[in-house]
């Protein structure tokens, strides 16, 4: 049977939370070295990231090309075993319907990221 993950570490320094304004790679970069191995992987449906600078320049991008207005949400909680852990989100503007759906399917080792797999829903899935 699954446990619920608890991550307050990633909740604390949710990169999605830095307001607007702040977004940047290097202000990414500290968090994301935090919670990923230095040699951790980004994987996403048409590209990949390796590395701190790496992933946290895709985060970049990605939080970029959003509206101002969108947050990201977990969709139920954080759960997992043995040193993987799945998280289904949502983002969208803020007591909005979701503008789009996903899951984040990661692993594990000693206590940060190695790897991370993100997958979106289809539209209207």
Sequence with gaps: MARQVRSERAEAHDITAI???????????????ELYAENAVLYEADASAKGHAAISEAVTALLAHLPPNFVFS??????????????????GPPDSPAAVT???IAHFEQGR?????????????
């Design 113 to 125: 990221i190695h790897s991370v797999y993100v997958f979106l829903e289809p539209t209207g899935a």
């Design 19 to 33: 307001p607007r304004e702040k977004r940047s790679r290097s202000n990414n970069e500290p968090v994301v070295a």
């Design 74 to 91: 977990a969709a139920g909680p954080a759960i997992g075993h043995h040193n993987i852990g799945r998280l289904k989100w949502r983002s």
């Design 102 to 104: 996903g899951m984040d």
